[in-house]
């Protein structure tokens, strides 16, 4: 499945409403077998911003596409620059209150699984298991020649070693752990290459106009096919590649819910969107059920409309 870079959506008028009543979700996860699907958005109270809600990066940045990265030199210099100094930052973020009722979720039993369209490891830092990482992982790369994977924290060590001094100061953090740097910034980055065959490095994630492994899409199918109910948390759905599982469920007449602060292009297949903080809102819902978070009491439920 090609990744379409999409990089904006307008919302039509006709869409319904969002809501700040959390029952229907609360009642969802309360029956059980609910399948998560993540965007950027429930990593934003982490410091990491989203692409396109209020003060989104897409504003002032374009996201690498993987045909300018496979075939321009100086793409992949700036790239590795800005992505080098973005993972300082990036690899520091900590899971929020969002990614732990999440997980607290799972560890009662309400979930049949996760699927989260982000890169950072946030979800499986606060203890969700069995997580479906659909666009990959920063955490990881791959030599596009061999096929071989390593460690980011071993290309971080060389590419420091390679680059002593290399300390600009970023304008800011992309959700793809891109940061925002001037071509005088990048100034002569070295890249390094694969240590096994000596090809190029790249990040173990979807770039925009890749192909998402079509095993991985599958078994994201398989997941909505064996659920009961899909909630979705933190995306604008723009991206076809998480949109077309909210298809899948609507179609086969599963519930779906949404919680996202601004409309989003799954909402007409939608029974809710509880346009609510993603944080508060989950920990208000763990409340409901009394389910602990963290091993703590569950605090106060926030009332909706």
Known sequence: MRMRPTLSWIPSEDLPPGTTDLEPIAGALSTGRVLVLSGAGISTESGIPDYRGEGGSLSRHTPMTYQDFTADAQARRRYWA?????????GRARPNAGHRAVAAFGRHGLLTGVITQNVDGLHQAA?????????GSLARVVCLSCGAFSPRHELARRLEEANVGFEPVAAGINPDGDADLTAAQVGDFRVVPCTRCGGVLKPDVVFFGENVPPRRVEHCRDLVGEAASLLVLGSSLTVMSGLRFVRQAAQAGKPVLIINRDPTRGDR???????????AALASVAARLDIPVDGQAAPPVVRGT
């Open 127 to 135: 203890g969700s298991e069995g997580v479906v990482e659909l666009h």
């Open 82 to 90: 800005r992505s080098h100094l973005g993972w300082r930052t990036f």
């Open 269 to 279: 297949h939608a029974l809710t969107r509880a346009a609510l903080p993603l944080g």
